[in-house]
């Protein structure tokens, strides 16, 4: 049987290395992690740990973040509902609401006075421009941005900007124009903010090509525009990307010529929706090395797809059944997008 192999350390590591890069910077930072990246019990609890929160988008999540008693939760998306938002806030001590659509203020008008102190508002903007998400929010510095700010105080007073960008769309200029506009915004309405809630989107930890705008511009320019401001950091990918792996087993396979084989193994790409990012690796364990010449095997997962090719490799020896095929760095996207397809979804293991 396939399992997926958590590596707790690795995230808290994840979240330290994150955490880090803006405090060095002289900024305060706090991350909620994204529930919908990866909801495993293992991966939930490493985030507990690490000290850190929860963001989430829906009763399901909310179920599963509130056997660790948060004490503050993110609540975002357009599946808001009063019963969830009465629900978190006689439960914790803040809940930080992003308004991303006029729903969101009929939700916030139904809210008992009482609550209304344990409600930190905040109004999700986008960047009317090429390869970022306009669909939740408001277009920062537009008409429409305006009259729901005044909507906005005359319920509660606003404590904060919300924006993401695009899932794997990170352009240091796109932060820049936007946190400049927001700033700006500020200066005009004379708003004294709380704290700016950066959304997902950052790439994994083990992205290099990433590594000095995630690690030194970001928190660099946050700390020039917004010296003052708390950071709130929604960050998913980043932190289980590469903390995640799935382990399979060849289950049977067929020679395909001189030195070649085909091998299938006892799971399929619908148990790693990432498959189709193509930012993961895999890793062949053979039981035996009896011999040692190259052999090129290509490995398929155990669904009737034809698509379903996973990857191919020159290993030292013939393929057995049995064998042990990694597929590493499938944190994000797949635990919680897997779909009981041909067997079941994988079992969880936790390592230290």
């Known amino acids: 049987m396939a399992y997926y192999t958590v590596n707790k350390t690795k995230i808290k590591s994840n979240i330290d290395k994150l955490k880090r890069a803006f405090i060095n910077k002289g900024v305060a930072f706090q991350l909620f992690y994204s529930v919908k990246t990866n909801f495993c019990r293992p991966v939930l609890t490493a985030v507990k740990e690490s000290g ?47 308004i991303d659509n006029d729903t969101d203020f009929k939700i916030l008008t139904k809210i008992d006075s009482k609550l209304l102190a344990k409600l930190k508002i905040g109004l999700r903007v986008y960047l009317n421009t090429s390869g970022v998400w306009n669909r939740f929010g408001y277009e920062i510095m537009s008409n429409d941005l305006i009259d729901v700010m005044r909507r906005v105080q ?23 124009n936007l946190l400049s506009q927001i700033r700006d915004f500020c200066d005009i309405f004379k708003l004294e903010l709380e704290f700016l809630d950066i959304g997902g989107g950052l790439p994994a930890a083990n992205e290099f090509i990433y590594e000095q705008e995630v690690y030194q511009k970001l928190p660099a320019l946050v700390s020039a525009l917004f010296p003052k401001l708390r950071v709130i ?84 020896q013939n393929p057995e059944v049995g064998d042990e095929v990694i597929i590493h760095n499938i944190g994000a996207y797949s635990y919680s997008q897997a779909a009981n397809f041909i067997t079941k979804i994988p079992k969880v293991k936790t390592y230290e």
């Open 52 to 98: 850190s929160g929860y963001e989430i988008l829906s009763d399901m999540e909310w179920e599963k973040v509130k056997i660790f008693n948060p004490r503050e939760i993110v609540l975002n998306g357009p599946g808001k509902n009063y019963d969830l938002v009465r629900k978190i806030l006689e439960k914790v001590d803040f809940l930080y609401f992003n």
């Open 233 to 316: 950091s929604e960050a998913g990918r980043n932190i289980v990307a590469d903390a995640v792996n799935l382990e399979a087993k060849v289950i049977s396979l067929k020679k395909t010529g001189e030195d070649k084989f085909q091998v299938n193994i006892d799971a399929n790409i619908m148990h790693f929706q990432c498959f189709f990012e193509k930012k993961f690796w895999v890793e062949y364990k053979p039981r035996n090395r009896s011999n040692k010449q190259p052999t090129e095997i290509e490995i398929y997962g155990n669904s009737c797809m034809q698509i379903d090719r996973i990857g191919s490799l020159i290993i030292g």
């Open 154 to 176: 005359y319920i509660k007073k606003m404590s904060g900007f919300h924006f993401h960008f695009s899932t794997n769309n990170f352009k240091i200029s796109n932060y820049q």
